[in-house]
């Protein structure tokens, strides 16, 4: 395998096609009060919660989470924002987003949603003179501001309840390899992972399928102490598209209410082991089954995996959403056979 070249591991970065090589575990170092989110979340008008739509190429980001000394897409934005926003002059903190889908090191995102916490004094004074409302005045100054590899696409005032991460129906990602070396695209390869084996796709997308249902993830997952390693994988296919952009690719489409840490490129490291023959195809459902973690199921680069879509409820039923996500997922709540829904 032809692995992408490695960018430093410390300081922003200018070179938008060199890879990242780590992964980004560290938790923000700052948190908004309390009482201002509980406040958004009600709908109170101290404060105005906006709704991001975003997309990023992670090449250059030490992932999404903001770390001291590292260059990752939440500490550029939030320093976006509080630039456009004037929050200093204002006296007020410092923006603080929160963000649907943290991101590791090197994984891009095309559908990436956050929502941030404004004072709508704040708001109003950013809009400007020329500028139909604030918000499209915050998306046309974060255009001046933000690097070429993050874009804030939309910035929409969000419905009451409205929670970036816990709001959250299911997260779309999409795994693009190419196994074909007459296929090879050198513009593209920080965006696809390249193999050297040609891929059975038919037996990895058996394997994959194998797996879709709500199960305790724990062989494919990290472990991190009190988080819970349960979640619901809607879908899990491979395909090798014939039309489009991905032509030529083998693609895998990973759908779930949520995932644990590193759980989508270890369940496509698995896959590949399947495609390439060193597994066989029941292998994947038998190591879900033993919940123990296997070296067989390789964590792959990050660079081959990004973020297409994040999918809400209707407006009314965000906020039981949020609360119903932040309900502890048990271990007897799971399904007792791999592949059985």
């Given at each position: 395998m032809t692995e992408p070249p490695t960018r430093p591991r410390t300081g922003p970065s200018t070179d938008p096609t060199t890879e990242a090589a780590t992964e980004s575990t560290t938790e923000p170092t700052t948190e908004p009060s309390v009482d201002l989110l509980a406040d958004a979340a009600d709908g109170?008008?101290?404060?105005?919660?906006?709704?991001?739509?975003?997309?990023?190429d992670g090449t250059a980001?030490?992932?999404?989470?903001?770390?001291?000394?590292?260059?990752?897409?939440?500490?550029?934005?939030?320093?976006?924002l509080a630039v456009v926003l004037r929050t200093a002059a204002h006296?007020?903190?410092?923006?603080?987003?929160?963000?649907?889908?943290?991101?590791?090191?090197?994984?891009?995102?095309?559908?990436?949603?956050?929502?941030v916490d404004v004072a709508p004094a704040v708001l109003e004074a950013a809009r400007g003179r020329s500028a139909p409302t604030a918000e499209a005045a915050l998306v046309s100054r974060l255009a001046g501001v933000l690097p070429a590899d993050l874009v804030v696409h939309r910035v929409t005032a969000a419905a009451p309840g409205f929670d970036a991460r816990f709001s959250a129906l299911r997260r779309r990602y999409a795994y693009r390899i190419c196994d074909d070396s007459a296929a090879r695209d050198p513009l593209?390869?920080?965006?696809?992972?390249?193999?050297?084996?040609?891929?059975?796709?038919?037996?990895?997308?058996?394997?994959?399928?194998?797996?879709?249902?709500?199960?305790?993830?724990?062989?494919?997952?990290?472990?991190?102490e009190g988080a819970t390693t349960i979640r619901t994988l809607e879908r899990f296919s491979w395909s090798r598209p014939t039309e489009g952009a991905d032509a030529g690719l083998v693609v895998a489409t990973v759908q779930a209410d949520a995932f644990c840490h590193?759980?989508?490129r270890?369940?496509?490291?698995?896959?590949?082991?399947?495609?390439?023959?060193?597994?066989?195809?029941?292998?994947?459902?038998?190591?879900?089954?033993?919940?123990?973690?296997?070296?067989?199921?390789?964590?792959?680069?990050?660079?081959?995996?990004?973020?297409?879509?994040?999918?809400?409820?209707?407006?009314?039923?965000?906020?039981?959403?949020?609360?119903?996500?932040?309900?502890?997922?048990?271990?007897?709540?799971?399904?007792?056979?791999?592949?059985?829904?």
């Open positions: 109170d008008a101290r404060v105005t919660r906006l709704r991001l739509d975003l997309a990023y980001f030490s992932g999404w989470a903001r770390q001291p000394t590292l260059r990752t897409v939440q500490g550029v934005l939030e320093d976006a006296g007020v903190p410092a923006p603080h987003v929160t963000v649907a889908g943290r991101t590791d090191a090197g994984v891009h995102a095309r559908g990436q949603v956050a929502h593209s390869r920080a965006h696809v992972l390249w193999r050297r084996r040609s891929l059975d796709v038919a037996a990895m997308d058996a394997a994959a399928g194998a797996l879709v249902g709500r199960h305790d993830f724990a062989a494919y997952c990290k472990p991190r590193s759980m989508v270890a369940l496509v490291g698995a896959c590949v082991a399947v495609g390439e023959g060193r597994r066989p195809v029941a292998w994947t459902a038998e190591l879900l089954a033993g919940r123990r973690r296997d070296a067989g199921a390789h964590v792959v680069a990050a660079h081959g995996l990004t973020l297409e879509e994040v999918g809400y409820p209707a407006d009314d039923a965000l906020a039981a959403r949020a609360v119903q996500t932040r309900a502890r997922r048990e271990a007897h709540d799971v399904d007792a056979t791999p592949g059985c829904c």
